[in-house]
C-alpha cells in the first residue's frame, strides 16, 4: 500500500511528489543575442533524439552540459523579464548547484578549456550528472511549456527547442542508470549518503548537491529491485534504508534552514517507507556466517535493524568486524568473494599475493621483438601468482594527446554483464 506501481515509480512519482535527481550543465551565454524574438507560438514536443544509455557516454554527458548552458541562459532572460514564471525560476534554482561549480561560459575564446573543465568537474562528478538528467526527464518539459503557455515568451521558448534538437535526448532509462550510478558509488566508497548529498565525495568538496526528494528517490528505487546494483541481487533493503535515513535527516536540516513549516507530507512518506523496508529486511536478513565474505552486503545490514540502531552505525560496524574477517580458501584460485571485490575498488589491500617479495623486481624486456631492442620496455613485476605486471612508460605525451583528440570520443563507460538476462540488458556500469 506505500509504493505506487512500478509503472508510476519508473517516472519518479511518489504519492504526487517529484522524486527528483541533480546535477550539472554548461552552455553559450545569451548576453549577445536579442532578448526579444518573433516567431510563431508553438511548443513543439521533443522529438526522439535519443541516444541509448547517454548517461554512459563521458563525451556525450560533455556536450549535454554545454548545451544546457545555452538552455539556462534563455531561462535567465525570461526570468529577468518575468519573475512570475514558476516553472523556469525552479528549473535555474535546480541548476544553480551547477552553476556555482562551473560558471557558463561568456568568452568563446576560452571554449577549449571550458570543456575540459566541464568533463572535469562535472562529468566526472556523478552527483551533477544525477542532476542534468533529471532536470531533462522531470523539469525542463514543464519549463518549457510555461514559457509557451505565453505568447511574449514564444521565441524564447522555440529558442530552447532549437538547442535541444541538435543532439541526444536523456530518458527515463538513463535517468534509472544514473542513479544506480550514484547509490554504486555511495556503497562501494562507505559513503554517508548526507555528506555524499552535500557534494563531499572522498573528502573532495563540491558543489554537487541532492535535496531530500533526491535521496528518497535514490531508496525507492534500490528497494523497487528494477535496476539491481549487480547481477544476483533483487531488493536492496540495506541500501534502500540507508538512502530513506539520510533523506529524513536531510528534510530535517531542510527544514531547520529554512522559513517554512517544513513538508509534513513527505516526512510521512519517508517514515512509511522506511518501516516498510524496516520489516522486510528484518524478515528476510541472513546472518554474515551464511556466506562469509559475501554478507553483509547491499541486501542486508550485519545485524538486523534495531529499534535504536541506525543504517550509518550498522555500516561502521561491519567495517570495524569485517576490516580482519578469515576467509576460508581465500588463496584458491578458483575462490571470489564480494567484500574482496569492493576492498579493492576501494584502494585497500587484499591479502591474496601468493607472490615472495624476491619476485617483486624490476626489468627491461624487449618482448622478443626487434623494435623495442633499441629502447627496451620498462617492466615491473608486482606479483608472479597471480601474474600482475606494470609497463611504465609506455606511450609518450604526444601519443597520449593523439589518443585523446582521434578516440577518445568513441570510448564508453565499462560494464560488467549479468549473463542470466539473454535480450543484453545485462549490462551496467
Known amino acids: 500500500p506505500l509504493l505506487q ?40 514536443l521533443l522529438p ?30 525570461a526570468a529577468e523579464l518575468d ?44 552527483l551533477h550528472v544525477y542532476s542534468l538528467i533529471n532536470r531533462f526527464v522531470h ?10 503557455n505565453h505568447p511574449k515568451y514564444g521565441g524564447l521558448e522555440r529558442a530552447v527547442f532549437a538547442v535541444i534538437r541538435k543532439g541526444e535526448y536523456p530518458t527515463q532509462a538513463d535517468l534509472d542508470g544514473v542513479t544506480l550510478a550514484v547509490s554504486r558509488v555511495q556503497f562501494t566508497y562507505r559513503l554517508d549518503p548526507v555528506d555524499m548529498a552535500k557534494g563531499r565525495i572522498l573528502g573532495v568538496q563540491t558543489a554537487g548537491y ?19 546494483i549487480r547481477p544476483g541481487v533483487y531488493q536492496e533493503f540495506a541500501l534502500a534504508y540507508e538512502w530513506a535515513e539520510a533523506a529524513l ?37 541472513r546472518p554474515f556466517a551464511d556466506s562469509p565474505g559475501n554478507l553483509p552486503n547491499e541486501e542486508f545490514f550485519i545485524e538486523r535493524i534495531a529499534a535504536d540502531s541506525t543504517g550509518r552505525h550498522l555500516r561502521q560496524l561491519e567495517s570495524q568486524q569485517l576490516a580482519n574477517q578469515f ?32 619476485e617483486q623486481r624490476c626489468y627491461y624486456d624487449s ?18 601468482h597471480p601474474p600482475v605486471l606494470v609497463y611504465h612508460e609506455i606511450l609518450a605525451a604526444d601519443d597520449v594527446a593523439s589518443m585523446k583528440m582521434y578516440v577518445a570520443s568513441q570510448l564508453n563507460a565499462a560494464e560488467i554483464q549479468d549473463v542470466t538476462k539473454e535480450d543484453g540488458s545485462g549490462a551496467k556500469v
Open 139 to 148: 523539469h525542463l518539459q514543464q519549463a518549457r511549456q510555461e514559457l509557451a
Open 367 to 384: 618482448l622478443d621483438d626487434p623494435y623495442f631492442l633499441i629502447g627496451p620496455l620498462k617492466m615491473e613485476v608486482l606479483s608472479l
Open 48 to 77: 526522439v533524439f535519443v541516444q541509448p544509455k547517454l548517461y554512459m557516454q563521458p563525451y556525450r554527458l560533455q556536450e549535454l552540459f554545454y548545451r544546457e548552458e545555452t538552455v539556462l541562459s534563455v531561462f535567465q532572460v
Open 5 to 44: 506501481p512500478p509503472s508510476q515509480l519508473n517516472e519518479g512519482r511518489l504519492h504526487g511528489l517529484s522524486c527528483h535527481v541533480i546535477s550539472r550543465m554548461t552552455v553559450p551565454s545569451l548576453h549577445q543575442r536579442p532578448r526579444h524574438v518573433v516567431v510563431p507560438l508553438l511548443l513543439l
Open 210 to 228: 541532492l535535496d531530500s526528494s533526491d535521496l528518497l528517490n535514490v531508496g525507492m528505487r534500490r528497494y523497487s529491485g528494477h535496476t539491481p
Open 249 to 285: 535527516q536531510l528534510l530535517k536540516e531542510e527544514t531547520d534552514m529554512s522559513s517554512s513549516p517544513g513538508n509534513p507530507q513527505l516526512e510521512k512518506v519517508i517514515k512509511d517507507f522506511m518501516d516498510t523496508v524496516h520489516r522486510q529486511h528484518n524478515a528476510m536478513w
Open 83 to 126: 519573475p512570475q514564471l514558476k516553472e523556469v525560476s525552479m528549473y535555474l534554482d535546480r541548476a544553480s548547484h551547477r552553476i556555482r561549480e562551473l560558471p557558463i561560459l561568456v568568452d568563446l575564446n576560452k571554449e577549449v578549456d571550458h570543456l575540459d573543465q566541464i568533463m572535469e568537474l562535472l562529468v566526472g562528478n556523478p
Open 327 to 358: 576467509l576460508p580458501n581465500r588463496d584458491f584460485e578458483s575462490s571470489y568473494y564480494l567484500h574482496d571485490f569492493y576492498a579493492l575498488c576501494r584502494g585497500e589491500p587484499v591479502n591474496v599475493n601468493r607472490s615472495r617479495a624476491m
